[in-house]
């Protein structure tokens, strides 16, 4: 079965319900064997601009350029994000938030400290979620687990112990899961969990804040540990440090400073360690530790919750750091997020909700022209005057809008325009009596009057032809 897959991102409200539109639509093409999903639905009354896009500058909109504001809005990075999903949790519950890794574009395997004290694990593999599941092998956690992978096969889990202590366990595909091993901690001992990263499959840094509140390595390389050692740059954390690599010859620090701001420092091959970098914070500031991935080696994001519970972001791209941003789809968090990445243009977060369950989001924004998003805004103007929708959008961003005023009908004719139908030819919309039938009609869907309207074989072939559909 052919499918039509794509987000919705509502501004605002229409006036016919969003589901009434979704299940119309369901109702059109489940006439001819063409399945419709709707992969994610966001609220984006949040956003900073939104006032200035619920009446959209709309010019031609059936198969023409895109206006400024529909590049803007259209294209906009927090208009590539999904929804979020609620993935459950641990049947005892969870202290603190998720962690997570993929060790290959077709896994990842989200971690969790059980309310139980144990370790727990809730896996993607074969294109779906599998159940959580407990890791029955007698350890007791004493902070939130942190993950590492050594390459495609292996993985491994760090957590502090009930001793005061750092252990250690790691899977891989010839053998399974090993036991756990004593890792030690610092002289000093250490605050909150240990952090890991392997910049490259001979490396494995565990890093720690110690109780002097300075930060503390142990590595891995050489194909042995070797003792754990003290950075004695002057830092002095208030948090636990984050972890990330932007290539085998790079890995960097972030940690909470003492001022509430978010610092950095990195190491490179080439240069050794650099000292500490202060790259600011939210405007409302945030609460515990910051996190970070890089999904290539150009790209390298910071993530936070806010003192509001609302998910903040930093990015790193084009050679320069950008200013501290808010994911303006109203989740709400309790627990620092855990980003993660599953291949080079692709990138998800993972948080503890106020539900105390986890959830997820995506960005698709390297693979966005091939995602139709649904945009519910106020009303159009311009060239084309008041519309119930619009199906104009910019090179690479398949989207529409969709009106307040819109009919029930309106959602899968303006996504009908995206996959390839015009309007249909030869229609005298002003002859006495006439009364449309075929979903495409560009007399108004709001005249339709044989729900659920048509659609011909020729359109049909069309859609199916399409490269924004999915099977």
């Not at 002289?187 to 969990?193: A, E, L, P, S, V």
Request: charged fraction near 10%.
């Amino acid at each position: 079965m052919s499918t039509i897959r794509f987000h919705i991102k509502t501004l605002i409200a229409p006036s016919v319900s969003v589901q009434t539109m979704i299940d119309s639509m369901r109702q059109t093409y489940a006439q001819y064997g063409i399945n419709v999903d709707v992969a994610s639905i966001a609220d984006l009354s949040e956003m900073p601009n939104v006032s200035l896009l619920l009446d959209l500058d709309a010019g031609a909109c059936t198969m023409g350029s895109a206006t400024a504001e529909q590049s803007q809005l259209f294209g906009d990075g927090m208009a590539q994000w999904s929804g979020w999903f609620n993935l459950g949790g641990p049947a005892p519950g969870m202290q603190a938030g998720p962690a997570t890794i993929s060790r290959n574009p077709d896994v990842c395997n989200i971690y969790a400290w059980g309310g139980d004290n144990a370790l727990w694990k809730k896996a993607w593999y074969d294109n779906q979620w599998h159940d959580w599941g407990r890791h029955n092998d007698g350890g007791v956690l004493a902070s939130i687990p942190t993950l590492g992978t050594m390459g495609p096969n292996h993985e491994h889990v760090f957590v502090r112990g009930t001793d005061g202590n750092v252990w250690q366990k790691f899977w891989t595909a010839q053998n399974g899961w090993s036991g756990w091993f004593n890792l030690g901690a610092p002289g000093t001992g250490f605050i909150g969990g240990p952090v890991t990263i392997s910049r490259n499959p001979g490396v494995c840094n565990v890093y720690v804040r110690g109780t002097d509140n300075a930060l503390w390595q142990l590595a891995w390389y050489d194909n042995q540990w070797h003792g754990w050692g003290r950075h004695n740059d002057g830092a002095v954390l208030a948090s636990v440090p984050t972890l990330g690599s932007m290539g085998p010859d790079h890995e960097h620090v972030f940690v909470r400073g003492t001022d509430g701001n978010v610092w950095q420092k990195f190491w490179t091959a080439q240069g050794g360690w650099s000292g500490w970098f202060n790259i600011g914070a939210p405007p409302i500031g945030y609460l515990g530790a910051p996190s970070t991935i890089s999904r290539n080696g150009g790209v390298c994001n910071l993530y936070v919750r806010a003192t509001d519970n609302s998910l903040w972001q930093k990015a790193w791209f084009n050679n320069q750091w950008h200013d501290w941003g808010l994911h303006y789809d109203r989740g709400r968090i309790s627990a620092e997020p855990a980003p993660g990445a599953m291949n080079p243009n692709h990138e998800h977060v993972f948080a503890r909700g106020l539900d105390g369950l986890v959830w997820h989001k995506y960005w698709y924004g390297g693979v966005r022209n091939t995602q139709m998003v649904a945009f519910f805004i106020r009303s159009t103007n311009g060239s084309s005057g008041p519309l119930n929708g619009c199906a104009s959008y910019p090179t690479g961003f398949p989207s529409v809008a969709v009106t307040q005023v819109a009919s029930q009908w309106t959602l899968g004719h303006e996504l009908g325009h995206v996959l390839g139908l015009p309007h249909v030819p030869g229609e005298n919309c002003s002859a006495p009596g006439y009364q449309p039938t075929r979903l495409m009609t560009g007399c108004g869907t709001s005249r339709l009057i044989n729900p659920p309207p048509d659609l011909i074989a020729s359109e049909l072939t069309t859609i199916r032809a399409s490269s924004l559909m999915g099977p």
